[in-house]
């Protein structure tokens, strides 16, 4: 079992930046591979970033590619979010999120990943 808390949510305004963290319990966080998923009021969840094990590979959205930067510490437990340019469209819940399958897979959403959090507000105002 994988236990997983963000935090750093908040109310930013457009062009603003925001970091959000989450930090992992349980089971040997070193293992999974880690991800970012949002999910906007009436709409669907979507990808947004995951990072390898390692933190050696990355894979974005294309639409947050070079605004957002994911990275891990593996000493901490910790999965960050760094939020830079930020735009009303990316007004969401945030949820972290944690699987054994490599990150392509999280990045394809080919399926749920195993673990997730209980999702941080971040609302972005024009």
Do not use: H
């Not at 990275?71 to 944690?98: F, G, I, W």
């Not at 999280?106 to 971040?122: C, D, F, H, I, L």
Request: hydrophobic share 35%; aromatic share 12%; proline share 4%.
């Amino acid at each position: 079992q994988v236990q997983l808390v963000e935090s750093g949510g908040g109310l930013v305004q457009a062009g603003g930046s925001l970091r959000l963290s989450c930090a992992a319990s349980g089971r040997t966080f070193n293992d999974y591979t880690m991800g970012w998923f949002r999910q906007a009021p009436g709409k669907e969840r979507e990808f947004v970033a995951a990072i390898s094990w390692s933190g050696g590979r990355t894979y974005y959205a294309d639409s947050v590619k070079g605004r957002f930067a994911i990275s891990r510490d593996n000493v901490k437990n910790t999965v960050y979010l760094q939020m830079n340019s930020l735009k009303p469209e990316d007004t969401a819940v945030y949820y972290c999120a944690a699987d054994l399958a490599p990150p392509a897979t999280m990045s394809g959403m080919a399926r749920e990943p195993k673990y997730w959090g209980q999702g941080t507000q971040v609302t972005v105002s024009s």
